[in-house]
């Protein structure tokens, strides 16, 4: 399995900061919960990689 395989999972994507000044991204879904903290410049790491892989799969689309 990888990035290119489609699966039928749905879950659910929460972001947002904790109370320890961290930046959570919590995903649920089908009986489990993944909590991921990160530091806020790690945080903002992974925003330019999504934004990267967006402008990516823009490309592949046009």
Do not use: W
Not at 10 to 35: H, K, S, W, Y
């Amino acid at each position: 399995m990888g990035i290119n395989t489609e699966r039928d999972i749905e879950a659910n994507l929460q972001i947002g900061p904790t109370d320890q000044g961290m930046v959570r991204l919590f995903i649920e879904g089908q009986g489990i919960e993944i909590p991921m903290d990160f530091e806020p410049e790690e945080a903002r790491d992974i925003a330019e990689e999504i934004l990267a892989a967006a402008k990516a799969a823009d490309a592949r689309n046009s």
